[in-house]
Every structure is written in structure tokens, then in C-alpha cells.
């Protein structure tokens, strides 16, 4: 039964799956375009309902990539406060959209600012939101959502349906799902709605970027077509240098397992994992990595793996399309007078 204390909904008033569109500058985010294409899987099976997409202080060129990647409708929110994102405030002018539009579904990139903002949207419309869904489907009888998500460290998945509010929100990771194609010749509804906000209660005194030692040249894990990873099994920092050398002369990046993560090795932000990033790569070479069921649901997506490792037992090895038995300051050397070979002749 629902809480007393909630006011009471009509469901049948709410229909359509809408996605939060993510800014990073000025352009939009991959996830919020990933999500897009599974928000039109989601409302085929709703019964063709409409996709629709939420830009805070976006631009109609970010509306119109959001249409030729899968939307029918663009609400794009003015407000000259909103042009610095502060939580509270991005929050409350979301939930105000999306109380006026009634999606039945509401998507979120479960990004560093999206995990924040999901759980201050949920709370303002009085709705459930499940977290890091690595799933999502509908139940044709009840249009409920399928919120599919791992659990008890990653060993099970747990399914989690909100039967009574809604929107359904959930927010998935990047990299989980697909971005589909680019097709320009969709065509759609760019909507501008000039959001109030009630209040400010934050205020942004200065900006410091920081800077990732080593790595910050390099390409994001979630965005590259080529992740060289390192784990525990490198040793210490030090290791990580020859990763970067190998990732630069292929042209990617480098990434990381939770345990060279808490090792203070490389930054949270390269970390691949349950915990982490979700990548889905054309090549993964993993490196000193044993591969365990957390890290593997990060990954699992790559085209092709190469694991080098001086267990054959580790879980990772079984899970690699190439396995090299071999300490990797032996390899890793090899590879990379044989790239910078090749590189001189071209």
C-alpha cells in the first residue's frame, strides 16, 4: 500500500520515457544520447509513447543532436542562475518540467552530478529511484519499469519496480547502454520553458580545476575506443607509467581496477568497475589485473580483451579473448618498441 502521507497520483495521466540531457560544456554528454536509444526501446513497448529530453541552460544545436539521436521533444530550461550548475537549483527546475510534462518514465546518467541530482529530483516529485541500473525493460501487463541492478557485491541482480508513483526514475552508468545513431533527418519539438527557481541556497565562489598527474592528457575510460588498464598486480605507481607510454602510442587511455584505485595509484575517475566506470571498448588490455566480478561487470561489454597476468588462474584470464601468462614488465616493454617501431616507418 502507499505511504498515507504521499499525495495521491493518477498514473494514467503520465506517459512518455524522458531523459535528463547532461551538459559538458558546450555539448551534450554521451550517456544522456546512450539513454535516448533505450528510452525508444522502453516506449516502443509502452505503445509508441514519445522520447522526450531535459536541457538545463542548453542550447537548440544540444536539442537538436538530443532529436538526431532518438527524441521527439526537446525542453530546453532558461534561467540566467542556472547557467553554473549548483544541485539544489538544477534539481528544482528539472522536477518543475518534469511535473508539468508527466513522463512515465525519467532517466538519469548515474554521472558524478547525475547520481546527485536523481536522488534531489526523487525526493521533489515524491517517486522511487533506483541507482546504477545496468538493465532496463517494462512489464507489458502493469507498464511498470524493470529496474534491473547488481547486488550483494555484485554477485546477484536485484529487479525493482515502482507499482504505485510516478515517474519511474532510474539512473544508469555511462557506457551501459549503446548511443545510437546519429540520423539528421529526424525531425522533432524544441520547447524553451523559463523555470523559476523558489530560492538560492548555494552560491559559487570559484572554480579550480585539478589536474590528474600523468594522465590528464588522456581521453576519458567511458569515451575511448582503446582502455589500458592496470590493477593491484602492477605493484605500485611506477607501473602505471608504462601503461600511459603503451596507451599514448595506441592511441587510448588508461584505466584502472577498484584495488589501484584505493592504492592511490590513478584517480576515482579512471577506476573500471561495479564501483566505477562502465566501458565498452573495441579493445580492453588488462594489465595485473585478477578480474573480480566487480570489475568484470565494468567491462564485460569490450569487443576484444587482452589479459597479461602471471596467474593462468585468474578469474580475468577466462574471461579474456587473448591471454598472455607473463609478468608485465616483460611484455609491456616488447609492445612498446614494437609500436614505436612501426610508428617511425609510417
Known amino acids: 500500500m502507499p505511504c498515507s502521507l504521499w499525495p495521491p497520483i493518477n498514473k494514467e495521466e503520465y506517459k512518455g520515457v524522458w531523459v535528463y540531457l547532461e551538459r ?9 544520447l546512450e539513454l535516448l536509444g533505450k528510452a525508444r526501446e522502453l516506449a516502443a513497448k509502452l505503445g509508441g509513447t514519445e522520447v522526450g529530453g531535459v536541457i538545463v541552460a542548453g542550447t537548440e544545436e544540444m536539442a537538436r543532436e538530443a532529436i538526431y539521436h532518438g527524441a521527439d521533444k526537446v525542453v530546453i530550461v532558461e534561467n540566467p542562475d542556472l547557467r553554473v550548475y549548483t544541485p539544489a537549483e538544477y534539481a528544482e527546475a528539472i522536477a518543475k518540467v518534469v511535473a508539468k510534462y508527466k513522463p512515465e518514465v ?10 546527485e541530482l536523481a536522488a534531489y529530483i526523487a525526493n521533489t516529485l515524491i517517486t522511487g529511484i533506483t541507482a546504477d541500473c545496468t ?9 511498470d519499469l524493470l529496474q534491473i541492478r547488481p547486488t550483494f557485491g555484485g554477485t546477484q541482480l536485484a529487479t525493482i519496480r515502482t507499482p504505485q508513483r510516478r515517474p ?5 552508468r555511462p557506457g551501459v547502454f549503446p548511443k545510437p545513431p546519429r540520423d539528421t533527418s529526424r525531425v522533432g519539438q524544441i520547447i524553451v520553458e523559463k523555470v523559476e527557481i523558489s530560492r538560492r541556497r548555494t552560491r559559487l565562489i ?24 592496470g590493477g593491484r598486480g602492477l605493484g605500485s605507481a611506477e607501473g602505471f607509467k608504462l601503461l600511459i607510454e603503451l596507451a599514448k602510442l595506441l592511441g587510448g587511455t588508461v584505466g584502472a581496477s577498484l584495488m589501484a584505485v584505493r592504492a592511490g ?13 562502465t566501458i565498452r571498448p573495441k579493445l580492453y588490455i588488462a594489465v595485473g589485473i ?8 565494468g567491462m564485460q561489454e569490450s569487443k576484444t580483451v ?26 609491456i616493454p616488447l609492445l612498446i618498441e614494437e609500436l614505436r617501431k612501426i610508428k617511425s616507418q609510417s
Not at 585478477?290 to 561487470?297: E, V, W
Open 168 to 172: 519511474q526514475m532510474a539512473s544508469v
Open 265 to 277: 595509484w590513478v584517480p576515482h575517475n579512471r577506476q573500471i568497475g561495479q564501483t566505477g566506470k
Open 306 to 331: 587482452i589479459a597479461i597476468n602471471p596467474d593462468p588462474h585468474a578469474p580475468i584470464m577466462q574471461n579474456a579473448d587473448y591471454a598472455v601468462v607473463a609478468d608485465y614488465k616483460q611484455v
Open 24 to 32: 559538458d560544456g558546450d555539448k551534450l554528454k554521451d550517456v544522456g
Open 106 to 115: 525519467f532517466l538519469i546518467g548515474a554521472t558524478k552530478r547525475g547520481r
Open 135 to 143: 538493465a532496463l525493460d517494462i512489464d507489458p501487463k502493469t507498464r
Open 206 to 229: 570559484s572554480v579550480e580545476k585539478r589536474l590528474e598527474k600523468d594522465v590528464a592528457d588522456l581521453p576519458p575510460v567511458e569515451s575511448s575506443d582503446i582502455v589500458v588498464a
Open 290 to 297: 585478477s578480474g573480480a566480478i566487480q570489475h568484470l561487470m
